[in-house]
């Protein structure tokens, strides 16, 4: 029998921003926790919507059509195929909610790539 | 461009319980919230996994090898085809993530099953 994962216990063991840690699995949804900080890089994800619960701070993601703060207790959903780039003033802690299998940086690459499928 | 979706603000706009809400998709899969309190049915889902992560309160899983009590801020996934009992004993706030079409009560039916992907 599984345990309840606390998103605050698993923020507790990791410090590295831009790098998504696995919590969970619902059939072949990650539910991923990350620290994000600063601007990222605009990038897409041509197949699949992406998900952000923002647990802590405030995510801004911009859109080439403008942009839209996320607070605290809220959730956004990035379709798919759309230009974003997330941006966070002073860390933010979020829950990514996306397929298993899904790059951070989409097509975009670069250095901010993060390994994939890492589980804490 | 949408908008972000606060928990506590849909929340604010119902006060029914054991009838979950969708309140946003990514792809196949729906984010509902819900309004606990007191015993559910006995159900399984047979084709899918199911994620519950507390807002507010505390949900306690009763399960066939023992129970969990999942607290605020925490997830929990239960497996597909495994026989689970949510109660709460005073009202709690859930979001359930699951894919399109689940039905609340799964194979057990009954006088608790919701109407299915009802938008607020």
Chains 1, 2 share one sequence.
Not at 33 to 50: N, S
Not at 101 to 108: E, I, K, L, S
Request: proline share 7%.
């Amino acid at each position: 029998m599984a345990e309840p994962i606390s998103l605050l216990d698993k923020f507790a063991r990791f410090t590295d921003q831009w790098s998504p840690k696995v919590i969970a699995e619902m059939n072949d949804v990650q539910f991923k926790l990350a620290r994000l900080e600063g601007p990222f890089v605009w990038h897409q994800h041509d197949h699949t919507d992406e998900a952000f619960f923002v647990v802590k701070g405030v995510l801004r993601i911009l859109l080439r059509d403008g942009e839209v703060a996320i607070p605290e207790g809220s959730l956004y959903v990035v379709p798919k195929g759309v230009e974003h780039c997330p941006v966070a003033d002073s860390e933010c802690l979020v829950m990514i909610i996306e397929p298993r299998g899904v790059v951070n940086t989409g097509d975009a690459g670069g250095s901010l790539t993060a390994p994939n499928d890492i589980w804490i």
